[in-house]
């Protein structure tokens, strides 16, 4: 047998056995001592060989348990949810095993899964608040899931490997030159690292040419930054000639210890790095972001006084003084129980970061804050498919709308992979149909202006079809008005504030116009029985007159009212004058200039049908029917120069 067999065994041995003195403290002993620094790779090994020895439901539930801790600590959660449920299949006693096994769940997408192990951590911890806000997070991201954004996400196959690679910055101004942070092979690292179990990272760069097309990547040509110890999560100043980075040092029988780096760039080579001042060796700081301003600086940090694990931290620059303020936390808005790392600026100045304890749809989540003057607004998720069940993080903006992100998800090369993210552009068109409202034919010439709330004025004339068409710019709010000689013309709203998505409007942005040639009946004008009183239901109709004259304010209108032939005429005449009154007074009162108005009375002198056709009808129904249609209120155009008195 060979020696190494036989040293495992022991090692089992000495794992699982009662009688040595280790053993009394723990049957995990040397792999917990493994994962208390942080070497999560060695604990595995030897939680999954003592797993497999171990006889006792309650210590295979609890080295199950350990296990799981460990895959989720690497954020690996497919192998993380597999161990939680050996965990709980054998019974491990404690209810967190549940909200954990519902988290690992989530980060795989399975958001139904998820909420029951949820629910079932909610029955067992007596009421744990954190079981309803994991049931309400996994309730949103299959919300989210199923209405993503209007975000494209694409794997950059050219820069990724089955290793991970991640956290990218732009490394000159013409931003065609990317560095990022790999633990390929080509790494300068002799050991691998205990939580990843690959090679150390280091950082590397790689070009795109104007085709698009990628160079190889490479280690950066420069000893100083690279080095046998671990580098990444790395970020340029605005002007590229200097940059931040993570390095974290192998510590004997502890975790790593990171520190933030600066080196600067003297021709072509980097100056030698040197730790920013607010370091320590009891606690890791990493992740560095500078505004565009160059004037805050923001890092992640597990510094004592945090609110979780990591938390984002806060820090002035003076880049010409090369001096800096003393590190404030950035509050329980930002922060959470959990960690919030990779914190990074837009263009524009908005906040971005990952977090995984603010709810989301699985693992770290990107987050956004608008910038509001010299602070930021409460950070949002900005949901799938920027945000996916896995990890993302480490956002990089090339412009507004593109850039390149980290991510875990699933169909990716390796770990970890760099994907890149555009908004496409959003297309509005609205389209429609300028017609005679009688004859429904289509009214040619007929101008068609549009107005924007961002000072847009444009003008077009319809060809024989009568149509029109324009393009319309996001976020913005239009009138659209049609006009034409001999028709009153008519206004529509049209707003592509809020609107996510492309959108043709079409169908309800005709415009039936109505001919000035013969008077336009009033449908919806009703008066109390045998009397001149508007009704109350007349109202709707009267402002949508009162409408149409502010529309077409050069024109002045007679209201005519008529009844039906019965009655004497002369009666007939009267209560049609004070119903045509009565229309006018409401206009008047309703902000109409009085000159441009007229009114009178018609009684039953203009029928639409006529006495003889009404005796010739058969029925009652068909009589008043067209008694009915005699009794109306119309009203005609009589001029259409009307100046308003000064």
């Known amino acids: 047998m060979k020696f190494s067999q036989i040293l495992m065994i022991f090692l089992c041995f000495f794992l699982v056995s009662q009688t040595t003195y280790a053993q009394k403290k723990s049957k995990t002993f040397k792999a917990d ?78 958001y ?38 209007r975000h494209r996400v694409d794997n950059v196959n050219a820069l990724n490997t089955s290793y991970y690679e991640f956290s990218t910055s732009f490394a000159n101004k ?15 690292g002799s050991k691998n690292d205990g939580w990843t179990g690959q090679k150390e990272f280091d950082i590397f760069e790689a070009s795109i040419d104007n085709n698009g097309k990628w160079s190889l990547a490479q280690p950066i040509d420069d000893e100083v930054v690279n080095s046998k110890e671990s580098e990444g999560s790395i970020y340029f100043d605005p002007n590229t000639n200097r940059l931040f980075f993570t390095r974290c040092y192998t510590v004997k029988d502890r975790p790593d210890n990171c520190k933030i780096f600066v080196t600067k760039l003297q021709g072509k080579t980097w100056s030698e790095p040197t730790a920013l001042p607010f370091h320590s060796d009891d606690y890791n700081i ?109 956002m990089t903006f090339d412009t507004d709308s593109t850039g390149y992100l980290s991510s875990g998800r699933e169909g990716g090369n390796g770990s970890e992979d760099i994907y890149a993210f555009v908004i496409p ?18 009214i040619p010439g007929a101008i068609v202006e549009l107005f924007g709330s961002d000072g847009t004025s444009l003008s077009y004339t319809t060809g024989d079809a009568g149509t029109y068409t324009y393009k319309l710019k996001p976020n913005t709010k239009y009138k659209v008005s049609a006009s034409y000689t001999g028709y009153l013309t008519k206004f529509l709203e ?5 609107l996510d998505e492309s959108k043709t409007f079409i169908g309800n942005f005709d415009f039936p116009l109505k001919s000035t040639e013969k008077p336009i009946e009033l449908p919806e004008i009703f008066y109390d029985f045998d009397r001149a009183t508007l009704r109350a239901i007349s109202k709707k109709e009267l ?46 009162k309703n902000g109409v200039a009085k000159d441009r108005l007229s009114s009178k009375g018609y009684g039953e002198t ?41």
């Open 543 to 588: 402002d949508g007159l009162i409408k149409t004259l502010d529309e077409n304010p050069t024109i002045t209108i007679e209201i005519m009212s008529h009844t039906d032939e019965r009655g004497t005429n002369e009666y007939n005449v009267d209560l049609s004058d004070r119903r045509a009154k009565s229309v006018v007074d409401y206009l008047i």
């Open 425 to 442: 552009p959003t297309f509005f068109i609205i389209k429609g149909k300028v017609y005679d409202t009688d004859t429904k034919d289509p």
């Open 33 to 110: 001592t493994y994962y208390e620094q942080a070497d999560y790779q060695s604990a595995l090994k030897l939680y999954k060989k003592c797993y497999a020895k171990a006889k006792k439901p309650e210590l295979k539930a609890e080295v199950a348990y350990k296990a799981a801790q460990c895959y989720s600590k690497i954020r690996n959660s497919v192998e993380a949810e597999i161990w939680y449920k050996k965990a709980i299949d054998e019974k491990y006693d404690d209810p967190i095993v549940h909200l954990k096994y519902g988290d690992a769940l989530k980060s795989n997408g399975k």
């Open 286 to 394: 990493g992740h560095p972001a500078l505004s565009q301003d160059g004037k805050l600086f923001l890092f992640a940090s597990d510094m004592p006084g945090g609110y979780g694990g990591k938390d984002l931290y806060k820090v002035s620059y003076d880049s010409g003084a090369d001096s800096w303020g003393s590190p404030e936390n950035m509050g329980a808005t930002f922060n959470s129980e959990g960690d919030e790392m990779f914190p990074t600026f837009a263009l524009n100045g908005d906040l971005y970061y990952s977090s995984d304890g603010k709810g989301g749809m699985g693992g770290l989540d990107i987050f956004k804050a608008k910038k509001q003057g010299a602070t930021f607004g409460d950070p949002e998720n900005i949901r799938s498919p920027i945000n996916s069940p896995s990890d993302d993080f480490a």
């Open 174 to 188: 013409e931003r065609n030159k990317l560095y990022f942070t790999s633990s390929r092979e080509e790494s300068t």
């Open 606 to 646: 203009q029928p639409r049908v006529s006495k003889a056709d009404i005796l010739k009808m058969k029925t009652e129904k068909e009589r008043e029917a067209a008694h009915q249609e005699n009794r109306r209120t119309e009203f005609q155009v009589l001029r259409t120069d009307y100046v308003p008195k000064k």
């Open 112 to 149: 139904a899964e998820a909420i029951a192990a949820y629910n079932t951590y909610g029955e067992e911890s007596n009421g744990d608040p954190r079981a309803k806000a994991g049931v309400a997070s996994a309730e949103v991201a299959q919300g989210w899931k199923d209405k993503p954004t």
């Open 494 to 498: 049209v707003s592509t504030i809020g």
